[in-house]
């Protein structure tokens, strides 16, 4: 393993070098490190590379889906929409209790809209 270090080692020296690191993105700006504390340490380097490309972890998308059609439902404007995205919502709050997850964060959002809409004299129920 020794050997296949420092061959990448003097690869990424002779790249740095050259130039070829010059114009990347955020180029002289901090590094913006997560707080992966939480993910095992033989996944993080995995996660990292996943949620540079632009994926997801599927728990992760299931809570996102959820958070918008939640807003879609707040928002809907006829009663067929609303049970549309209610019924949708119900699936997806189902899939998230199956990974092992809380929900409650659908619930605290949904109590602030509430709040929110009695106060602004807007029932949507």
Not at 21 to 49: C, T
Not at 98 to 103: C, E, M
């Amino acid at each position: 393993m020794l050997f296949l270090d420092s061959l990448v080692e003097r690869q990424l020296q002779d790249a740095q070098q050259q130039g070829k690191f010059d114009n990347l993105p955020g180029a002289g700006k901090p590094l913006q490190l997560d707080d992966d504390s939480q993910v095992p340490e033989d996944l993080r380097m995995s996660y990292r590379i996943l949620k540079m490309s632009g994926f997801l972890p599927e728990t992760l998308q299931l809570r996102q889906e959820a958070l918008t059609l939640q807003t879609l439902l707040v928002n809907a404007t006829n009663a067929e929409e609303r049970s549309t995205f209610h019924t949708h919502l119900a699936v997806i709050k189902l899939k998230i209790s199956q990974a092992g997850l809380s929900t409650q964060f659908l619930e605290d959002d949904m109590y602030g809209e509430d709040v929110k809409g009695k106060l602004l004299g807007k029932n949507k129920s």
